[in-house]
Each structure stands twice: as C-alpha cells, then as structure tokens.
C-alpha cells in the first residue's frame, strides 16, 4: 500500500507555542485530510483539503494541500492544553478508493 | 444525534473462537470501512464498501470476512482469530464518494489469547 511519512513523531511543547507538522508522500493525492484522535476515542476530522495549493482554517488551527501534491501541513497557533492528542495525515490518492493513513504526531502540551 | 456505533468496545477472547464486532451507522452512507490501528503503523485499512453488496480488500484484509446486507450496518468478522490480530479497530462511515471525510466510531480493542 501507499505510504505516508508523518513527521515529527511527537512533540512536547509549552503551551502557548505554536506548533507544526507535515505529511509526505511518494505519489500525488488528490484529498488530504487531518484528524486528531483523543485517547479511548476515534479521530474526529479537523480539516479537509482537496485543491493543490489550498490553505484551510479551522480557528487556530491551518492546513496547507502542498503545490505537488505530494505533501500536506498543519500548523496550530497558541496551543493550549487541551490540542493534546495525536494527530493523523490521511491522503486519497489519485487511483483508487481508499484513504491512507501516516503514523500520527503525538502531541504533549505542558501547561 | 449522528455517529458510528461500534460493539462491543472491548473483548478478550482465545485464538480460535470466531468473533464479530458490529458497526451501525445513522447518517445513510453509503461508504464504510474497518481499519486497524498498531503502534507506530497508524491506521490500516482491513475492508471497506462502496454500497450494499459492495465489498473491496484495504490493505490488510487477511483472516477477516465483512458484509454489507444492509446500508447501515457492516459487522467484521474474524472466523479463527490468532494473536497478531491483536490490536485497536475502527469503523467508520462517509457519505457518497470515497473522497469524503469519514466519521470513526470509538474504537473495538481486541485481544486474542
């Protein structure tokens, strides 16, 4: 299957600090999305991409569809305590049907 | 209220004994899928289905059976569970196209003795 590199693996930041991470792949995509997973539950979708070049706001958080497809990024502005979690990339690539999904970004916030 | 139901959330069991762990869905999706998520592999794809009767292999759909007789449900079956199917599943549902975002239920964690 495709494979997705998620980077970094985790994180431990003050909050406050804002954060950044990304996802690349070896071939195009066509969606790119990005959930955040709390622990004991499913990831629930934080933002949605489908256009190459597209930059999506959800309040502090902002998500880039990289310009060759092959990339995306989240970026979060004044993390506070509860933005801790993990964080999955997952990618439609251009044949097929099923998503695929990177390794995740743990993500600790020390208040 | 709309979400994706998983039962049971927990189970352990011994090798061998066959097991089904349910999935409903409320929203009338038509896609749904079951992953599987291990340490440091993210979330793999098992099977997922386009529509009723409609069912496809992910990545990873060795010694797993699904159905799709009904639009809102699409129960995983493990006929011989074995200890490497040890893990956390998923399911997870989306309405029309496969490009669409999917809502995950909570999550069944498995452990096979």
């Known amino acids: 299957g495709q494979q997705l590199n998620q980077s970094p693996q985790s994180m431990f930041i003050q909050e406050g600090e804002d954060v950044s991470m990304n996802c690349t792949s070896s071939?195009?995509?066509?969606?790119w999305l990005w959930y955040k997973q709390d622990p004991g539950e499913g990831p629930v979708l934080l933002i949605a991409?489908?256009?190459?070049?597209e930059l999506t706001s959800n309040g502090r958080l902002t998500a880039q569809f990289g310009i060759t497809r092959k990339d995306s990024f989240l970026n979060i502005s004044a993390s506070i305590p509860s933005d801790v979690g993990i964080y999955f990339c997952?990618?439609?690539?251009?044949?097929?049907?099923?998503?695929?999904f990177g390794t995740g970004t743990s993500l600790t916030v020390i208040p | 209220e709309a979400q994706v139901t998983q039962n049971p959330r927990y189970l352990i069991t011994v090798t061998g004994k066959k097991l089904t762990v349910t999935c409903s869905q409320n929203?009338?999706?038509?896609?749904m899928s079951w992953y599987r998520q291990d340490p440091g592999l993210g979330l793999r794809q098992i099977y997922y289905s386009m529509n009723v009767e409609v069912t496809d292999k992910g990545d990873v759909p060795e010694g797993y059976k699904v159905s799709r007789k009904e639009k809102r449900n699409f129960p995983l079956i493990l006929e011989s569970p074995s200890p490497n199917q040890t893990s956390l599943y998923f399911c997870?549902?989306?309405?029309?196209?496969?490009?669409?975002?999917?809502?995950f239920g909570d999550g069944t964690r498995l452990s096979i003795l």
């Open positions: 929203m009338n999706h038509e896609y």
């Open positions: 997870a549902s989306s309405f029309g196209y496969s490009n669409q975002p999917q809502h």
């Open positions: 997952a990618g439609l690539p251009g044949t097929g049907n099923q998503f695929y």
């Open positions: 991409l489908y256009k190459a070049g």
């Open positions: 071939s195009i995509f066509n969606t």
